[in-house]
């Protein structure tokens, strides 16, 4: 069974007086143990498409299925649980918490999931470790590297054992050198057997993905015309 499925989604927004259709017709599956790029221009759909694949927003046409649910049929409560039990999320703007050190940050989301502290931080400081940040546990996110930044938030994506990696550009913000390296680490992760979903509009970004869905316009298009 796949991982996740797209079936005929599709994406309004209602403006009042005109409707924005962000999405239109897509379909596509991701199997475990997958990495796929999701590809296109600015404005093609990508966030759209990543707010809906990360639960954080519905469709308003198709049926969308994670890990065997139908995501269309659950309430808000049912979609937050789903989404923290199933997604880390990683953030072109790494999203971290200011003045909290980088061990609290990454412990965060077992916070939520209701982990006792002391395991909470055990668990943080061995990803942090595997994500060769085992030197900077205290460290604020203003004493840390913009792509020091970024495995702390790959960090937090992973502390708690995700089906699903989703990273929406993930290196925009950084410098060429420390993008290479945090690709690298998501192929290393894809190497240990993680499922991916890299969404970018940089194609030099998602030759490192098995596979790239090209959006344009908000409808997904074969390969060879989006590149
Ligand atoms: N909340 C919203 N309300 C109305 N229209 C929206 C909303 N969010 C996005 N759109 C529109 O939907 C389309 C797709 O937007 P989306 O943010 O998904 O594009 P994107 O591919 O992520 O672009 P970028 O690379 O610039 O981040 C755009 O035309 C955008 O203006
Ligand atoms: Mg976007």
Redesign the pocket.
């Known amino acids: 069974m796949s991982l996740l499925r797209l079936e005929h989604i599709g994406r309004t927004?209602d403006?009042g007086h005109v409707q924005?259709q962000?999405l239109h017709d897509v379909s596509m599956s991701v199997e475990r143990g997958e990495m796929v790029a999701i590809l296109?221009p600015?404005?093609?759909?990508?966030?759209?498409m990543m707010s809906i694949i990360g639960c954080l927003d519905r469709p308003t046409q198709g049926r969308y299925e994670l890990d065997g649910t139908d995501v269309g049929s659950l309430n808000d409560g049912a979609l937050a649980r789903i989404r923290s039990r199933t997604i880390g999320f990683v953030f072109q703007s790494y999203n971290l918490l200011p003045g909290t050190s980088a061990v609290d940050n990454v412990a965060t989301p077992l916070l939520y999931q209701g982990v006792p502290r002391r395991e909470r931080v055990k668990r943080a400081t061995a990803e942090l470790e595997r994500l060769g940040l085992g030197h900077r546990l205290r460290h604020e996110p203003t004493e840390l590297s913009g792509g020091e930044q970024q495995r702390v938030a790959l960090a937090r994506a992973l502390v708690t054992q995700p089906a699903l990696v989703l990273a929406d550009e993930p290196t925009g913000n950084l410098a060429v050198h420390q993008g290479l390296e945090v690709l690298k680490l998501f192929q290393d992760l894809h190497d240990a057997g993680h499922t991916i979903i890299l969404i970018t509009?940089n194609p030099e970004v998602a030759a490192v993905a098995q596979r790239s869905v090209h959006l344009l316009d908000?409808a997904v298009v074969d390969g060879e015309l989006a590149a």
Do not use: E, N, P
């Not at 600015?42 to 759209?48: F, H, I, R, V």
């Open positions: 927004y403006m924005v962000a296109g600015s404005g093609s759909g990508k966030t759209t509009h908000g």
